[in-house]
Nanobody, 114 residues
C-alpha cells in the first residue's frame, strides 16, 4: 500500500487548507486512518483520526478547527483545516493501519504565516 499526501502550502493565519491522501495498491475502506504532524526536533503527533468503529478523535489544539473525513469511492482521506494558526506549521502525514501494520504517506508541508 502506498499513500500520497497533497494539499499543503503557505497560508496566512486565519486561512484554510484541505489536505488529501490517496491510497494505491490497497484501499482505505473503513480501516483506521489518521493525520499526524511533525516539526523539527519534536515527535510526530496525532492531529486527527478515524477509528475502526468510525468514531473520530482530534488533538485538543485543533478541535473545532480541523475535520477529518474520507471518501470510500475515491479511496481518499481528507483533513479540512480552518482558522489556521502559526502553531499549525508542520509537515503533515497521513497514516493507514491495516492488519497491525502502519502505512505512511510522504508528508506535505503546511506553513502558516502570522
Amino acid at each position: 500500500v502506498q499513500l500520497q499526501a497533497s494539499g499543503g502550502g503557505l497560508v496566512q493565519a486565519g486561512g484554510s487548507l484541505r489536505l488529501s491522501c490517496i491510497a494505491s495498491g490497497g484501499t482505505f475502506g473503513y480501516k483506521p486512518v489518521g493525520w499526524y504532524r511533525q516539526t523539527p526536533g519534536k515527535q510526530r503527533e496525532l492531529v486527527a483520526g478515524i477509528r475502526a468503529d468510525r468514531t473520530t478523535t482530534y488533538a485538543d489544539s485543533v478541535k473545532g478547527r480541523f475535520t477529518i473525513s474520507r471518501d470510500i469511492r475515491k479511496n481518499t482521506i481528507y483533513l479540512q483545516m480552518n482558522s489556521l494558526e502559526p502553531e499549525d506549521t508542520a509537515v503533515y502525514y497521513c497514516k493507514l493501519t491495516h492488519i497491525g501494520r502502519d502505512y505512511w504517506g510522504q508528508g506535505t508541508q503546511v506553513t502558516v504565516s502570522s
